[in-house]
């Protein structure tokens, strides 16, 4: 029930969301759909008023004189008239109403379908967003690596040609430079689109992004390790499943309607004359009443059909309903347990990091003081290099876990 609001609260990533909720084409698409599913509620609605409609012609007509045996003059006759009729049709066995509550029960469905985008592209939007962050931690530890491999590059050719070590040593180094820089370029050209599909999200052209930094970030971090299940109804695609599940419900209703008579009653009159100047006249003034009463006997079983499969609709419909219902369960339990763990994951992976600094600092003493080859310094360089790229990925996959479960949850559209 938490706004995303109050669960993303980096105030650029906030502005991001906002424009995305305004711009975003697949949010747009959806707000037609609304728009479209309530015209055709408020057409449901006006199913219980009479259709009322006029018309008012002019006829100038003659007859055949051959069709006559070629015998008499040409005759022309001329007709004015305004006609004015009515039907309305009684809702006896709630067909009427079945309709109108199976297209309002339609309506919800799609307002839950924008919903349902709307969380979306919130969720999508914020783990993009948190993962160009974690892109960015990982560039610069790579810039600093890379800064920090040169140098242990120059000292490198320094102790080789002082004597101290061999060719081998240099090459090594400066093979790691390749690499740390190599790796560099991915990671930009993983920024580069990643800042590409944030611009699609804010139906946007391709720009740089503005954003923070992985550091400023202040995700919740207390998650319940359990929820009623009554908050999956927070889900729109839940709320949907069920609507449609009543939609289906209504509209079989209808369906079983079809079986029973139908009372019309109807009325039409106006005026009418062959001369104009007698047009207007009590005597031009026409009427009559029609109160009808159809009953189908046989019509090639089209209406049992359409019974049967409308009740095969209904079952369809509850059988989503559950399936809906069982994943929504499934996804919060799932996102609940990578949650949980991911902190004790992200202590481990630091710990992992600073052991490694510390095999880094110490193998260059020892490197440093003759006792071990420099193998050992690049093992343990290439290792502390992996595991800071590590922490940042950890650290990021700890704030998407945390968003599936916000969304599986039900939030976002809040």
């Given amino acids: 029930n938490v706004s995303w609001r109050n669960i993303f609260t980096d105030a650029t990533l906030q502005g991001h969301i906002n424009k995305a909720l305004s711009n975003n084409l697949d949010v747009r698409v959806a707000m037609q759909n609304v728009a479209s599913a309530q015209a055709y509620l408020k057409q449901s609605k006006a199913a219980f008023i009479p259709t009322l409609a006029a018309q008012a012609n002019y006829t100038r007509a003659t007859s055949s004189i051959n069709a006559m045996g070629g015998m008499g003059e040409r005759t022309y006759n001329n007709l004015w008239d305004i006609t004015g009729a009515a039907s309305w049709e009684a809702d006896i066995w709630g067909k009427l109403s079945a309709q109108r509550r199976a297209s309002y029960a339609s309506y919800l469905a799609t307002v839950e379908a924008q919903k349902a985008v709307q969380s979306e592209v919130v969720a999508t939007l914020a783990t993009a967003y948190y993962q160009l962050l974690m892109l960015d931690e990982q560039k610069k530890v790579l810039e600093q690596t890379i800064d920090f491999r040169q140098k242990s590059l120059e000292t490198t050719k320094s102790l080789k040609e002082a004597g101290s070590t061999t060719e081998v040593a240099t090459k090594q180094i400066e093979a790691l430079v390749y690499n740390a820089q190599a790796q560099l370029v ?229």
């Fill in 186 to 414: 991915t990671v930009g050209n993983s920024i580069w689109a990643l800042e590409n599909t944030i611009c699609v999200l804010l139906g946007e052209e391709p720009h740089a992004i503005e954003r923070s930094t992985l550091a400023e970030q202040n995700f919740p971090t207390e998650f319940k390790q359990g929820y009623a299940a009554k908050l999956l109804q927070n889900r729109p695609d839940v709320a949907r499943a069920e609507l449609n599940l009543r939609n289906a419900f209504e509209l079989t209703n209808v369906a079983r309607a079809a079986f029973y008579p139908t009372l019309t009653l109807s009325a039409r009159g106006g005026i009418s004359s062959t001369e104009l100047d007698t047009w207007i006249s009590a005597k031009s003034i026409f009427a009559n009443f029609v109160a009808g009463l159809a009953q189908p006997i046989l019509n090639r079983r089209q209406i049992r059909t359409q019974y049967e499969v409308q009740q095969i609709a209904q079952e369809t419909a509850l059988l989503n309903f559950k399936k809906a219902v069982l994943s929504a369960g499934k996804e919060v339990s799932d996102a609940m347990q990578n949650f949980s763990t991911q902190t004790e994951f992200i202590e481990l992976k630091t710990k992992e990091m600073k052991a490694y600094q510390e095999a880094t600092d110490y193998s260059k003493q020892l490197f440093d003081s003759g006792m071990v080859n420099y193998l050992e310094v690049i093992t343990a360089e290439v290792n502390r290099l992996n595991a800071e790229l590590s922490v940042a990925n950890a650290q990021f996959t700890r704030m998407q876990y945390g968003i599936t479960l916000y969304k599986a949850l039900g939030g976002g559209w809040r």
